[in-house]
């Protein structure tokens, strides 16, 4: 179960607590006490929860060429640093949140690294850089920075200088160097050093504070959220994700003077500056990389306004997203004007937080980001002079980067290019190829502005020349195709061997001169009737030898046969019949009655006058001379019908010559020969069905027609190949998955199996699931080969034979290399090849690509493109699926270009979840779908077939695979199968499967009354699921936390989310409204969280929540408690903000409230539990409750003691306004999810509510209260808890409300161990409350 | 994430192309044309393209057979 929406989203960023958040100051601050900036406290978290990472840290280094003055050098850096009262702070949070506290300037210590004496100095320089760049700066002791003087000799000299980012940014960094540059000038010439330019910390921290209040900043949302609206998914170069790592990657290239200058003059003629074209090279890039056209940059930005803050250094950079629409046809000059414009606007609004901006597109929740690779303009002063010596300025660090940045700044002769990457996400040879290709199009774009982006080429000449030629395999020509017809290539095997036999069907038997006899008659028969080149004849036949003969008869008639599978449905049927126009349609009485003719001349083969008629006909071999035209290998030899995903069927024109090419290319790598035996196994109208009928015919070996119903049962399958002693195998992956549990079911078989290759076709292969196979049979007997093909290319595209350790080795779909005679390009948005590992669409070129698609020239001439590359004048196929190559250059399938999918900003590998499901209990097979329903929500459905004798539990599934994979590829909803649908060609039959809605697969209960209506619209509403019945559950439907909230709200009548939760099904939600309605909307406090198990528990436990919490933060305790402990749950009233209106109580009326259900609700033994602030309720619930003799086994307070001065924490939770306290816990990333203001106010109110609240109780309590409890308390603490550091005497505080205290640890734990560390809070509470040790569930 | 292909970009700017014999190919026309074909339509939209090569009208026989 996820969170809860409302009161309880506030904890997650909460980690400093809230004690301390109570007391901490409010809009000012005591003496030299500063608060951070928004800036600094992004920083701040980032390194607490990263202690020790040295990457948040910014360094310089500043080369100085000509005799210094080492000493004036020293004092000057000295002087500048110890000016800029920014790095003199010392930032802590000592109970207070974090604060900087203003003081004296540290001494800067300005070391002399003399280095001269070492064998290559520079390169000694660098390594001493290198390893102080290693060092974590301490933000708590300081100092907060690192100057060093490095002397390379005597005339050379490097200033090294290294700043914490919690309190400098790159702005800062060029102010001091400017500042020490004219100190030392002064110094030098002996003239008075000018007065220092920076303005005062305070000022930048005021104009921070300032604005977060200020109508500009709601201004600015405003403009973000508009400019922001509709981002779906935003592009990077790499789709892996991952935290800030300890270090980064950085590649740095220089861009000559030329270069740059022609960059700049680019830009000065379209008005703009030199970065803004930069920017506009790395948004084409991106573009070209990822193939979206919706790109987001990230540009750092100073965000400061005034005058004096721009001249102060401090941190207050932020990072604002610049969106633009990249398009492969428009200029690179176009681009160039599309960034300076939009820089321009975004620009204005660059002091909104992109945390903030982050928070308000809902992004924070599932980790999405609002931007990809950032662009990083440094804007140095890069023509510094200390004394007349020229100082140039190379950056060393510029902070974290949790993806990609460049980087980019002017240098004297030229551009200097870094790209900082995480090495989490890249690698290094992936960055270094980034860099090579990055340079390369930049220097391209700038060369030819008006070219278009899509056509600026990044590769140099022999990676561009590998990738069209050697890997696509424009260098490996297939032996010229001879010009034969299939009709020629038949009867030439048929000479050669007249007596072997030819097809097997049914125990029955035709050798090859039976075979051509039999075709010969018929196709002269055929002839008659005006079948020819250049027409069709339909064949509609079940699985028969007769089918063999009808569709060669046909191929030797001259005309091309169109396959109408009988099993088609009628409507399909009639719709190919009407489309190819036919001149016959071969088939049987039965079937010629049976399926939608009309007007289409039939031939019926078991009529018995065709029958006299044949025989009377010769059965010697068809000369061409003898059909209405001649016959060339040119002419189309089959129409095979395809369903695109969208649109009707379309047929696929296939000339001869297309299979004779596939059966030369394919016959060196396989060595096909007489001995073969091959199944036909698929539907003669699926292509593959193509290459197991002429591959066996052609190569004088034997086809074994496979009965339908062998078809469909694996193990029937299985001990047909093995009795008919199969060598050459077609399969689809879905269909061999289910071969290989039969092989496993059954090895007496799998042992006597002949086979020499398994062919893979139709389907992308998952090479993870051959472990099995491989497991039992060696890696040659057979060779397991992956041939990724389509029907517009004939059959097959490409070869990869597989082996165990490449099936267990590689990634995803491995499909090899383009076979011989054709030839693979990988090509992006502007039809260029892609680099070694970016992801393209697959185009085919050569000898099998089809004529096209009949009747349909629009649609030929728009997937059947002239070929840019290969010969003049040829075309390529444009099959719309992803690929990308290796390292090795082979073709890795990516799936389809338009089924790209994504959940919530993140890619779904729905292979991964699969993996996953299958290796549950129980499951024996499972695939995972998307659906999308009416809401437009992609949710993910599991489909899992379970082993024989069990049954699989979508809660169980759910569970279980929450435990294995993050939460975004958990399905939302599950499926049992008896088995997977397969088509009739043997591939997933999406369609086949049934919608997800487990309770519906018993009765669907219609609503009965207005309530249980009102519920069903809601649930139909929220959900996008039709149909909804009483008894479907709210989570099996795919609802979550936050369409609780929706569905609560939309109903309202006092329903809160706890309701949903508790009655998840629209029949009892609408006994709850019904029971609400008559208590006057009153609702209870008291929830039972744990299920009803019908006996009475040996013990209750009652939970109140945290400070602005809800009842929901207990279920995951809930959920981890054994069956005879029984968790009931406070929702306060006014803590739900589905429920606005409702009063908010004192503690005392709260504690009256509880204290009175606890008599009515609970039975028997209880204790008590308080999380932070709600343990001082707990504790006056005690006290009501001793007085009224009713005495709760023990009261445990969780993250909490009393506060050593209440009356100040009172008065501070009064004082500390509604937008500091939003943003002290915007800054520590709290208030995710889709709060709306309106929400943010209730819950902040309820925060403050609750603040006040505990810190009046505690006031009272030590005045007021004349004794102490009987109760024992137990305090439980969790060791990395900030809030409650010093637990160790502090839990004895609790001695001034009771008598006995006792104390736990969970080791580890944060504040929030309550719902984080659930399972152990439950094993503390269960060895405290049950006399023995507990079974705990898990 | 949307993946834009050059031949699917209902903004772009096409031609259409004809190889001499008997194919059309529909073309970006921001891209070089490749050798051997020749410029029969464009630029135009993609729509008016495809409306130039005629896709929808059965017309005769398709081109089928060389």
Redesign the interface.
């Known amino acids: 179960m996820e969170d809860l929406g409302g009161g309880d989203r506030v904890e997650s960023g909460w980690r400093a607590g809230w004690s301390k958040l109570i007391r901490m100051g409010t809009t000012s601050t005591s003496g030299n006490e500063l608060p951070l900036t928004a800036a600094q406290s992004g920083i701040w978290y980032a390194q607490e929860f990263a202690q020790g990472n040295p990457v948040y840290a910014l360094a310089d280094c500043l080369e100085i060429q000509g005799g210094i003055d080492r000493a004036l050098l020293g004092e000057a850096v000295r002087r500048a640093v110890s000016e800029a009262e920014a790095v003199h702070v010392r930032c802590g949070d000592d109970g207070d949140g974090p604060v900087q506290r203003m003081r004296s300037a540290d001494c800067v210590p300005v070391p002399t690294v003399d280095l001269r004496g070492a064998d290559d100095p520079r390169a000694a320089a660098e390594e001493w850089m290198r390893a102080d760049l290693g060092l974590p700066l301490d933000v708590t002791d300081g100092p907060l920075f690192t100057q060093a003087i490095l002397v390379l000799g005597d005339d050379l000299h490097l200033w090294y200088q290294r700043w914490h980012h919690l309190v400098f940014d790159g702005l800062s960094t060029s102010l001091v160097a400017q500042r020490a540059a004219a100190v030392y000038t002064a110094l030098a010439a002996g003239e008075p050093v000018p007065a220092c330019p920076f303005g005062r910390l305070q000022e930048l921290v005021d104009e921070d504070r300032h604005y977060r209040d200020s109508p500009d900043r709601a201004a600015d949302r405003a403009f973000w959220l508009e400019r922001m609206s509709g981002l779906?998914?935003?592009?990077a170069l790499s789709e892996r994700v991952a935290p800030v790592a300890h270090e980064l990657l950085r590649e740095t290239f220089e861009v000559p003077a030329a270069e740059r200058d022609a960059l700049r003059e680019l830009a000065h003629s379209l008005g703009t500056d030199w970065p803004r074209a930069v920017i506009a090279v790395v948004a084409a890039y991106v573009h070209r990389m990822?193939?979206?056209?919706?790109i987001v940059l990230g540009l750092p930005v100073p965000s400061r306004r005034a005058a004096t803050v721009r001249a102060t250094p401090g941190m207050a950079s932020n990072i604002i997203p610049l969106r633009l629409s990249v398009?492969?046809?428009?200029g690179f000059a176009d681009l160039v004007r599309q960034v300076a414009e939009e820089a321009g606007q975004v620009l204005r609004h660059q002091r909104y937080r992109y945390e903030d901006l982050r928070r308000d597109l809902g992004r924070l929740e599932d980790g999405g980001r609002v931007f990809g690779p950032q662009v990083n303009v440094l804007r140095f002063d890069y023509d510094l002079s200390f004394g007349g010596h020229r100082a140039e300025l190379r950056n060393l660090a510029l902070g974290p980067v949790d993806d990609l940045m460049f980087a980019v700044y002017e240098i004297a002769d030229g551009l200097r290019l870094h790209i900082d990457a995480n090495p989490a996400v890249y690698r290094t040879d992936e960055l270094h190829r980034h860099g090579e290709h990055f340079a390369r199009f930049l220097r391209r774009a700038v060369a030819d502005p008006t070219r278009?982006v899509?056509?600026i080429n990044m590769l140099d000449s022999t990676e561009r020349a590998r990738l069209l030629g050697e890997w696509s395999g424009d260098c490996h020509p297939a032996e010229p195709v001879p010009d034969h017809t299939l009709a020629m290539c038949f009867e030439e095997q048929a000479r050669r061997s007249p007596e072997s036999v030819a097809v097997t069907s049914d125990g029955t038997s035709l050798t090859y001169g039976e075979l051509d006899a039999r075709v010969n008659r018929l196709a002269r028969h055929l002839i008659a009737r005006d079948a020819g080149?250049?027409r069709f004849v339909a064949v509609a036949l079940p699985r028969s030898a007769e089918l063999i003969v009808a569709v060669l008869a046909v191929i030797k008639s001259g005309a091309?046969y169109v396959p109408v599978d009988p099993d088609y449905p009628l409507g399909r049927i009639a719709y190919i019949l009407r489309d190819a126009d036919p001149e016959l349609l071969v088939t049987t009485s039965e079937l010629g009655a049976r399926l939608p003719v009309s007007g289409v001349p039939t031939v019926l083969l078991d009529d018995h006058r065709l029958g006299e008629e044949l025989d009377a006909l010769s059965d010697a071999g068809l000369q061409d001379g003898e059909r209405i035209a001649p016959l060339?290998a040119?002419?189309?030899a089959y129409v095979i019908y395809t369903s695109g995903s969208t649109g009707r069927p379309k047929g696929v024109?296939v000339?001869h010559r297309n299979v004779v090419a596939l059966l030369a290319s394919t016959r060196p790598l396989f060595g096909f020969h007489a001995d073969d035996v091959w199944t036909m196994f698929h539907s003669y109208a699926f292509d593959f069905s193509v290459w197991e009928l002429w591959g066996p015919l052609l190569h004088g070996g034997r086809l074994v027609m496979v009965p339908y119903a062998t078809s469909r049962s694996p193990e029937d399958f299985l001990a047909l190949l093995a009795d008919e002693g199969v060598t050459v195998l077609s399969q689809t992956p879905s269909a061999f998955y289910q071969l290989m549990r039969a092989d496993q079911d059954r090895p007496e078989i799998g042992d006597r199996l002949s086979l020499r290759y398994v062919v893979f076709g139709g389907e992308a292969l998952d090479l993870d699931r051959l472990a099995e196979w491989y497991a039992r049979h060696p890696d040659d007997a057979p060779v397991l080969v992956n041939m990724y093909g389509i029907t517009e290319t004939t059959v097959h595209v490409s070869h990869g034979a597989l082996d165990a350790s490449t099936a267990a080795g590689e990634p995803g779909s491995l499909i090899g290399t383009s076979l011989p005679g054709l030839r693979v390009y990988v090509l992006d948005?502007?039809?260029q090849p892609v680099p070694v590992g970016v992801t393209g669409?697959m185009y085919v070129a050569g000898e099998q690509v089809a004529?096209?698609y009949?009747?349909?020239?629009?649609?030929?001439?728009?997937r059947?493109?002239?070929?840019?590359?290969g010969?003049?004048?040829?075309?390529m196929y444009?099959s719309?699926d992803?690929a990308r190559w290796t390292a090795e250059g082979r073709l890795e399938y990516l799936g389809r270009?338009d089924e790209?999918v994504?959940i919530r900003g993140f890619r779904i590998e729905l292979g991964e979840i699969e993996a996953e499901l299958r290796d549950l209990d129980g499951v024996r097979d499972a695939r995972v779908v998307v659906r999308e329903d009416a809401a437009g929500d992609a949710a993910l459905t599991g489909y899992a077939v379970p082993k024989p004798g069990e049954a699989v539990d979508a809660g169980r599934l759910r569970a279980a695979l929450a435990e294995r994979l993050p939460a975004h590829m958990v399905p939302t909803a599950f499926v049992s199968l008896d088995a997977l649908p397969l088509t009739a060609n043997g591939k997933l039959d999406h369609r086949a499967l049934p919608a997800p809605s487990p309770e519906r697969t018993s009765l669907l209960m219609a609503p009965r009354d207005v309530e249980e209506r009102g519920v069903v619209a809601a649930f139909g509403e929220f959900l996008a699921v039709p149909g909804v019945g009483i008894d479907d559950n709210f989570f099996d439907l795919g609802g979550d936390s936050f369409k609780a909230v929706r569905i609560a709200r939309r109903i309202g009548r006092g329903l809160s989310v706890v309701d949903v939760f508790k009655s998840p099904t629209p029949r009892a939600l609408a006994e709850r409204l019904r029971d609400l309605g008559a208590v006057g909307g009153e609702r209870p406090v008291l929830h039972r969280l744990t299920p009803d198990r019908g006996v009475a528990p040996a013990l209750c436990l009652v939970c109140i929540p945290y400070g602005g919490g809800a009842a929901t933060a207990y279920q995951p305790l809930a959920d981890h408690l054994p069956a005879e402990l029984e968790l009931w749950a406070a929702a306060l009233p006014g803590h739900d903000p589905s429920v606005p209106d409702e009063k908010l109580l004192t503690w005392e009326e709260a504690a009256e409230r509880i204290v009175e259900e606890i008599a009515t609700s609970v039975r028997g033994p209880f204790a008590l539990y308080g999380h932070c602030a709600g343990s001082t309720l707990t504790a006056l619930v005690a006290r009501e409750l001793e007085r009224r003799g009713r005495m709760p086994r023990a009261v445990f307070a969780g993250a909490a003691f009393p506060d050593p001065d209440p009356q100040a924490l009172l008065d501070s939770a009064h004082t500390r306004s509604d937008d500091s306290l939003h943003a002290f816990l915007g800054s520590l990333g709290g208030f995710e999810g889709a709060l709306d203001d309106a929400d943010l106010r209730t819950v902040l109110a309820v925060v403050r509510h609750d603040m006040q609240q505990g810190a009046s109780f505690q006031t009272k309590a030590r005045t007021q209260w004349g004794s102490q409890l009987q109760t024992p308390f137990h305090v439980v603490i969790g060791d990395a808890d900030t809030a409650t550091v010093g637990y160790e005497s502090g839990h004895l505080d609790w001695k001034h409300f009771t008598s006995q205290v006792e104390l736990s640890v969970i080791p580890g734990a944060g504040h929030y161990f309550v719902k984080h560390q659930a399972p152990e809070l439950a094993r503390i509470l269960c060895d405290r409350l049950l006399d023995r040790p507990a079974a705990l569930v898990r | 994430m949307a993946r834009i292909n050059p031949f699917d970009d209902a903004e772009g700017s096409y031609y259409v192309l004809f190889d001499g014999e008997d194919h059309h190919s529909l073309w970006p026309s921001f891209a070089d044309i490749p050798a051997g074909w020749t410029v029969e339509h464009g630029p135009a939209g993609r729509q008016a393209c495809l409306d130039h090569i005629g896709d929808g009208c059965p017309g005769p026989r398709p081109a089928t057979a060389a």
């Open positions: 779906l998914d935003v592009p990822t193939g979206a056209d919706d398009r492969p046809h428009r278009p899509g056509r080149p250049d091309a060339s040119m002419h189309p024109v000339p948005s502007g039809l669409e004529r096209g009949l009747n349909r020239p629009g649609l030929t001439a728009e059947f493109v002239a070929a840019p590359y010969a003049a004048g040829s075309r444009r719309g992803l270009a790209q994504k």
